[in-house]
């Protein structure tokens, strides 16, 4: 790939930024004044909580404090209203509403199992933020396990515990880790280690079923989230290793096509001539945005010492676009959902993997 593909685009053309600080959001350093709007994507779809609170009391104040209730279901029959002997359905305590009809076996999480759990782990973790999809039937909690490191000076990394549950049939229960960078709210990678596989009950690993007992499963989180303290600055010795490698075209070349490979293997519709033909990398919407966040105005700590010119910002601006651009929802609560599920467990946790397995293999 030419140097100058890559170009040196300083259009007008700014995305949003979703970054905190200690206190609040916040956009990194000078990038405020290229007319970047703080627009935090957890402020529009959940709580933030910004006090040291309990798992009950951050559910409380998220307004998440019902139940799903496990009721009888019904199908319509030729006369009537029939009783289905194989199914249930779930709604909610306050409203009413219907979440989903599931199998009898089917038995519901409820949130404060969620918050019970964190209350567990209350001298492990602090709680940041709890966030309700699709009016509860699918919820995130977030919950820093209080270990930070630096991968330049001033670009510090945190490593958070996610968990998860449904009552629409979404998903299971479950946790996940990530690493944010701190400047930018760049998700960093989403890990799912099977490594821990014995530190959770009966090889469960890190999702259950609603048919299943969670006690044995938070009882051994906090081996969990210690296995991860010890791996995370190892984690972050393999960034400071990629501040090392200046970037070149060639190299951008070979991250962006592991990134993008699910993309880039679907064919595409020549404008000119109607015909197929193979997807390359200008074709797609993600290049420009990249760009832009590598050379332009609109890259988030990008021009930090140790990360401009290197493989490091690559991997940043990258980032940067697959944690806060993008999305087709002319709805903006719809699209920022949309993002969020694809951030966790969906394509964008998926390239951002790519991306950073790419950019390791560079070492």
């Known amino acids: 790939m030419p140097t100058k593909q ?49 798992g009950t009391e951050a559910f409380r104040i998220a307004g998440l404090d019902w139940t799903a209730e496990k009721r009888t279901a019904f ?11 194989d199914h249930c359905s779930i709604v909610r305590s306050d409203t009413g509403e219907l979440m989903q009809i599931a199998g009898k076996g089917y038995e519901p999480v409820q949130h404060n199992t969620i918050a019970e759990l964190f209350n567990f782990l209350s001298g492990e973790i602090e709680i940041e933020n709890v966030l309700s999809i699709r009016q509860g039937a699918k919820v995130y909690a977030t919950a820093s396990i209080k270990v930070e490191d630096e991968v330049v000076p001033g670009d510090r990394v945190r490593r958070y515990l996610h968990a998860f549950n449904s009552h629409d049939g979404s998903s299971s229960f479950g946790v996940f880790f990530t690493d944010v960078r701190l400047a930018c709210a760049n998700q960093l990678g989403m890990l799912t280690r099977r490594e821990s596989k014995n530190a959770v009950d009966a090889g469960q690993g890190l999702r259950m079923k609603h048919t299943k007992s969670v006690t044995e499963f938070a009882k051994n989180l906090p081996q969990l989230i210690d296995l991860e303290r010890q791996s995370f600055h190892k984690s972050v010795e393999g960034l400071r290793d990629l501040t090392g490698i200046p970037l070149t075209a060639e ?12 993309k880039l ?78 951030l966790y467990g969906g394509a964008a946790s998926k390239r951002i993997n790519a991306c950073r397995g790419a950019c390791l293999a560079l070492v």
């Open 75 to 85: 199908f319509m029959g030729e006369d009537g209203p029939v009783l289905s002997p």
């Open 265 to 342: 293997a679907t064919p595409i519709k020549d404008k000119q001539t109607g015909e197929k033909r193979q997807r390359i990398l200008t074709d797609l919407p993600e290049f420009g945005t990249i760009r832009g966040h590598l050379y332009g105005t609109t890259g988030l700590g990008i021009d930090m010492p140790g990360v401009h010119g290197t493989v490091y910002g690559l991997y940043n601006a990258i980032t940067q676009c697959e944690t806060h651009d993008g999305g087709k929802a002319k709805d903006s609560t719809e699209r920022n959902r949309a993002r969020l599920e694809s």
């Open 251 to 262: 190299l951008t070349r070979r991250v962006l096509e592991a990134t993008y490979a699910d």
């Open 6 to 54: 890559l170009g040196l685009d300083l259009s007008n053309r700014v995305s949003q930024a979703y970054a905190r600080d200690g206190q609040g959001p916040a956009v990194y350093g000078r990038y405020k004044e290229h007319g970047y709007k703080v627009e935090p994507l957890i402020d529009k779809l959940g709580v933030r909580i910004t006090e040291n609170v309990s």
